[in-house]
């Protein structure tokens, strides 16, 4: 099994930049792809960016530009750079890792931007 823990959520401006952080740790082999979504109240979870094991990576058309993906091998950590933070991008963020078809969740790191 994969365990996924985020930090790094809190209170900024709008304008503003956080950096989330996911840790894995388990069976961290069998991970392709690992990733955030993030859940807005009376929205749907959406996927906000991933990435694969081979480097590539997709951002949600709405943080493209400002939002940055990234990932540190050696601490089995991926990164979740927000730049130009809007009121829009206030959700809570789940950091996931698929692992054998199986999506991971963590138990996710409150964002709220103050315009």
């Known amino acids: 099994q994969v365990q996924v823990v985020e930090s790094g959520g809190g209170l900024v401006q709008a304008g503003g930049s956080l950096r989330l952080s996911c840790a894995a740790s388990?069976?961290?082999?069998?991970?392709?792809?690992m990733g955030w979504y993030r859940q807005a109240p009376g929205k749907q979870r959406e996927l906000v960016a991933g990435?694969?094991?081979?480097?590539?990576?997709n951002y949600a058309d709405s943080v493209k530009g400002r939002f940055t993906i990234s990932r540190d091998n050696a601490k089995n950590t991926v990164y979740l750079q927000m730049n130009s933070l809007k009121p829009e991008d206030t959700a809570v963020y789940y950091c996931?890792?698929?692992?054998?078809?199986?999506?991971?969740w963590g138990q996710g790191t409150q964002v709220t931007v103050s315009s």
């Open positions: 990435l694969t094991n081979g480097g590539n990576t």
């Open positions: 996931y890792a698929l692992a054998g078809g199986r999506h991971n």
């Open positions: 388990g069976s961290i082999f069998s991970i392709n792809v």
